[in-house]
């Protein structure tokens, strides 16, 4: 499966080592992370090496690709909540966001309280709730619907 992990280039990265870690499961398990390049410490550098345009236009081409978005949205930013509301209000597409238990009052209520049905909140307090998350349901809620080419 294509999966487009979201994951804050410039709000708060504190939860970067969480990020990094979902990637590496995912890729673990078979997936293809289309941003992979969201989790390497030099993002926001590499971001700037091409116009916003250029970079809307790419992040938009990988949401229009990928069969799944998943975020860390412990740090969210504005981008993270725009992706999400995109795909939840123009596609068909399921959403998976995790954030920790910690940073929930400091998380936007829109991504908290989000009850649309093809999202799921996954709040944790250790990595091991993510691992299991993605080792038993990830599959089940990215493939409710029929994927094509994976």
Not at 45 to 66: G, N
Not at 130 to 143: D, L, P
Request: aromatic letters at 10%.
């Amino acid at each position: 499966m294509k999966i487009y992990f979201g994951f804050t280039v410039a709000g708060d990265r504190s939860s970067i080592t969480i990020a990094k870690t979902i990637v590496a499961m995912l890729e673990a398990i078979g997936h293809v992370v289309l941003t992979r390049h969201l989790v390497q410490d030099d993002a926001w550098e590499t971001d700037r090496l091409i116009t916003p345009q250029e970079v809307y236009r790419r992040d938009l081409r990988w949401l229009a690709e990928c069969d799944c978005f998943i975020a860390e949205v412990s740090g969210s930013s504005f981008g993270l909540g725009f992706e999400a509301g995109y795909l939840l209000g123009s596609t068909d597409k399921d959403v998976v966001l995790f954030y920790h238990r910690d940073a929930e009052k400091k998380i936007s209520l829109l991504i908290t309280g989000n009850t649309h049905p093809r999202c799921t909140l996954v709040p944790y307090s250790a990595i091991e709730e993510i691992e299991t998350f993605i080792a038993s349901t990830v599959q089940a809620v990215c493939g409710r619907r029929p994927v094509i080419g994976t």
